[in-house]
């Protein structure tokens, strides 16, 4: 996790005369981290499942120096006027700010944990698209988790760092979300996908061919209701799961579904298929990139995209709108399909690098003029988790 590589070395000297400014002395500690896309395995993580994310080139970036005392003040790029301290001592409530709730969500589960913390001044940058489904949140929860257990001695792996971040975002900011975003964002490697058992947390490196693009692109449809519905979809999955006496549905089959379909209501029947049959595409997924079968991967990740559409129910017209004008514009090139948590959010599209230039123009031809919504393209490098270092 400590990294004193080139990549990590090249600290934006804006950034650091930024802090500098603010706090009227240098960083000592940068701490980076990433958000996310997933290639496939879409709500399988709260279900003990099987997820395929990787890391994007998009990052949060922390920098800090320590402090005498117990506090903590903290500054963010993005929010100018927004300063945001408080206490590790004591009881620590929501503040004012949504942005720092997640830094105070993440001291209260390592004190929770045990841990003695120390002050420091902080100042936040993050170029992670937000309200877009990748996973801002968990890039800033990871990111500020691995420099306080590097500041504080804390000596905690990247795995104990994720799931402190996600028991933050379940337990300080109410969002229910399984462990795939904090996770990838720890642990993600350049070049690769990450296979994730959500059971045991074990993972499995999958290297993504050069040639293979990994597109993302955002509709920037506003994801309203997404906190609500996710939170939904997972009381669904464990009626399921309930009905059929497991405790997960990771333990489950198609066969023990079937043997219980009279006992639930059509809608959650549908939740249970989606999770059950995405976790054998997420296997299959896995084992075609490595075998760059990428005609079988494609196949596999539009069936999981119908599956979110039909059974699942997480898209919205604007992503089924772009995941169509991808494929048509592919005619089976590549794949495009909702990515994330859905409600909105973004679609991930993977294809020859040679078709990239098809799938922009594709996408600016039609995407506003069918949905008047503007969206962003990225062409992304699977990138590296959670890196930290002393400057
Ligand atoms: C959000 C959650 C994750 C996961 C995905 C859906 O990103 O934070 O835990 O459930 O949705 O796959």
Same mark, same amino acid.
């Given at each position: ?233 997972? =009381?669904?999955?464990?009626? @399921? $799961?309930?009905?059929?006496?497991? &405790? #997960? /549905?990771? !333990?489950?089959?198609?066969? +023990? ?22 976790? =054998?595409?997420?296997?299959? @997924? $896995?084992?075609?990139?490595?075998? &760059? #079968? /990428?005609? !079988?991967?494609?196949?596999? +990740? ?90």
């Amino acid at each position: 996790m400590l990294d004193n590589t080139s990549q990590t070395n090249q600290v934006d000297e804006a950034f650091l005369q930024a802090f500098t400014h603010i706090f009227a002395q240098e960083a000592k500690t940068l701490s980076v981290s990433p958000g996310r896309v997933n290639v496939i395995g879409e709500h399988t993580d709260y279900n003990d499942g099987f997820v395929l994310p990787a890391a994007l080139q998009f990052t949060t970036q922390i920098l800090c120096s320590p402090r005498a005392d117990n506090i903590i003040n903290a500054c963010s790029v993005q929010y100018p006027g927004d300063n945001e301290s408080f206490s590790i001592d004591g009881d620590i409530k929501p503040g004012e700010f949504a942005w720092g709730n997640y830094l105070r969500g993440v001291v209260v589960e390592l004190k929770k944990a045990g841990h003695t913390l120390c002050g420091m001044d902080v100042l936040i940058t993050s170029n992670v698209p937000q309200g877009s489904g990748l996973s801002s949140s968990a890039a800033l929860e990871v990111a500020f988790g691995g420099l306080l257990n590097h500041c504080c001695n804390l000596g905690l792996n990247e795995q104990q760092i994720a799931l402190i971040g996600q028991a933050a975002e379940n337990n300080f900011i109410d969002c229910q979300c399984g462990i795939m975003d904090q996770l990838i964002s720890a642990k993600a490697q350049n070049n690769h996908a990450i296979l994730i058992d959500c059971k045991d947390l074990s993972t499995r490196a999958v290297h993504i061919p050069e040639n293979l693009a990994l597109m993302v692109i955002n509709s920037n449809y506003p994801r309203k209701l997404a906190d609500s519905e996710y939170n939904q979809r997972r =009381e669904a999955c464990e009626l @399921a $799961a309930s009905t059929m006496g497991v &405790n #997960k /549905l990771r !333990e489950a089959n198609m066969d +023990m579904l079937l043997d219980v379909k009279s006992k639930l209501d059509d809608t959650t029947f549908r939740r249970a298929k989606h999770i059950i049959s995405e976790n =054998e595409r997420v296997l299959a @997924a $896995a084992d075609a990139l490595a075998n &760059n #079968k /990428l005609n !079988e991967l494609y196949s596999i +990740m539009a069936e999981a995209h119908l599956s979110l559409k039909d059974d699942f129910e997480i898209t919205v017209p604007a992503t089924n709108g772009l995941v169509d004008i991808c494929n048509t514009a592919l005619d089976g090139r590549g794949v495009a399909r909702q990515t994330g948590g859905g409600f909105g959010g973004a679609i991930v599209c993977l294809c020859d690098l040679n078709d990239v230039d098809t799938v922009v123009k594709a996408v600016n031809d039609q995407y506003e003029a069918k949905f008047s919504l503007k969206a962003d393209i990225y062409v992304c490098e699977a990138s590296q988790g959670l890196r930290v270092l002393d400057l």
